[in-house]
């Protein structure tokens, strides 16, 4: 099957800016400026209270790592230092770059402050820190796309102490040795925890989601992503499924003995807009395999009769005798009519520049009800409709609408006899309008449910149809 893409998808796709979404996902921001700011990993995690605690320790508090430096820790057997403690955390500067081929190049900057006690009295700390990191875009045995630290270096400068009692610079010199071969060993653990909650966000694009009512999509990555220094792009395959589990091979309905054509090949993206961080493209070929799995599963089939669709016209031999005479020689007596309207085969869309439609043939049974028991046959039509389609995204789903542009009619069958099969062409259209397609978009209402890579969400993206390609950007 194919998808998406950079979002792009291997039946469609899309795109991730190193100034737009990569750049505020892991910017100051975003995950890595929110997530290490002094309200988010850095500052609440690790802040006080936290990972790196309070008063009573933390990962690097004064009963975790940074215990070396505390309590019986490698300061206090160079100058009696103990509980020196994380208390405060600037919110970090996070600065990035795309590297072609490769993945990114992170910079961040932050300062720490600590206090602890010297058998001087109390001290206070000011550290100021630069992490600089070469993250490479990769796969996991899984196929998720992930991003690994490969080179990580730490700058610290600016170190000042403060002694309650006065400054002692034997003091200030050990410190800033000693938190010079830590405080490294510390950090880059720090971006790893960070980077391992982006590769979180980047395991949800392998997902299966539920195709509401019937069925379910499977989005995979197909590739390793492309880098560039202007954009990440992902390709991903969409595999959608029938509601037993059995995999939709757009187009259906065809005997084994015919092949079936071709799938059309994924397009490129157009440029990405400069007022937009993401761009996600969906190909005709995914939009037509989820209507064949709505069609497989007999969601667009529907009875029509007047006790369901009270709106339309009286649907009786008598109403239908005045379109077509011999309808009353058979049933001279008034009965009800009921309209078996069936799919057979998929729909099939098509794409063209700023035009989407799709293509729909369908069978429509016409029996006469005698009484509850009773159905007797009068006709069965081949319709031929023409349908436009729009697309709306709500709620990170692609919601499609359908308008009814034509119908074509064929006898297929009679137990009238032949007739004029054109002085029906009204009354079906009128069923299409009021009762066939406000059920179709209802059916189709409920969504398609767009991949998730870094929490992109495409709701009231801007959508652009080109050939054999939907664009939703945002």
Excluded: W
Excluded at 442 to 465: E, K, Q, S, W, Y
């Amino acid at each position: 099957m194919d998808g998406s893409r950079a979002l792009q998808d291997g039946h469609g796709g899309g795109l991730l800016g190193g100034g737009g979404l990569l750049g505020g996902l892991l910017g100051g921001g975003g995950l890595l400026g929110g997530l290490l700011g002094g309200g988010g990993l850095l500052g609440g995690l690790l802040g006080s209270g936290g990972l790196l605690g309070g008063l009573t320790g933390g990962l690097l508090g004064g009963g975790g790592l940074l215990g070396v430096l505390g309590d019986g820790g490698l300061l206090s057997t160079v100058q009696g230092l103990t509980g020196l403690r994380i208390v405060e955390l600037t919110l970090p500067r996070v600065s990035l770059r795309l590297l072609p081929g490769i993945g990114l190049h992170l910079n961040l900057y932050t300062r720490v402050a600590l206090n602890g006690r010297s058998l001087l009295g109390l001290l206070d700390i000011a550290v100021e820190v630069n992490i600089t990191s070469q993250v490479r875009l990769t796969m996991d045995g899984s196929g998720s796309p992930i991003l690994v630290v490969e080179k990580c270096n730490t700058l610290l400068g600016g170190i000042k102490v403060r002694l309650l009692r006065g400054l002692l610079p034997i003091v200030d010199n050990l410190l800033a040795s000693v938190l010079n071969r830590l405080l490294p060993n510390l950090l880059c653990p720090v971006l790893d925890v960070a980077l391992g909650l982006v590769n979180d966000q980047l395991g949800l694009v392998n997902s299966l989601v539920p195709l509401v009512p019937l069925g379910s999509i499977q989005y995979t990555v197909s590739s390793l992503p492309l880098v560039t220094g202007q954009f990440l792009e992902v390709d991903l395959n969409t595999v959608v499924g029938g509601v037993a589990g059995g995999l939709v091979d757009y187009p259906l309905g065809r005997p084994e003995s015919v092949p079936i054509p071709p799938r059309v090949p994924m397009p490129p993206l157009p440029p990405m807009p400069d007022t937009s961080s993401s761009q996600l493209g969906l190909s005709v070929n995914f939009l037509s395999s989820v209507l064949a799995a709505l069609q497989k599963e007999g969601a667009l089939d529907l009875d029509v009769s007047n006790a369901a669709f009270p709106e339309l016209p009286p649907l009786t031999t008598s109403t239908l005798g005045a379109l077509v005479p011999v309808v009353l020689k058979a049933y001279p007596e008034l009965c009800e009519l009921l309209l078996k309207i069936t799919v057979p085969k998929a729909p099939v869309v098509t794409l063209k520049k700023d035009k989407a439609a799709i293509q729909l043939k369908a069978t429509a049974e016409v029996v006469a009800i005698h009484s509850a028991d009773v159905q007797k046959f009068l006709c069965l039509l081949n319709i031929n409709a023409s349908l436009m389609a729009q697309f709306a995204v709500e709620a990170n789903k692609l919601k499609i609408s359908t308008g009814l542009e034509k119908t074509e009619l064929s006898l297929v069958s009679s137990s009238i006899g032949d007739f004029d099969i054109s002085l029906l062409e009204t009354l079906i259209n009128e069923v299409f309008d009021t009762a066939f397609l406000p059920a179709l978009n209802a059916v189709l209402g409920h969504g398609v449910p767009l991949p998730r890579l870094l929490n992109i969400d495409f709701t009231n993206a801007d959508i652009h149809i080109i050939e054999d390609l939907l664009v939703l950007s945002a």
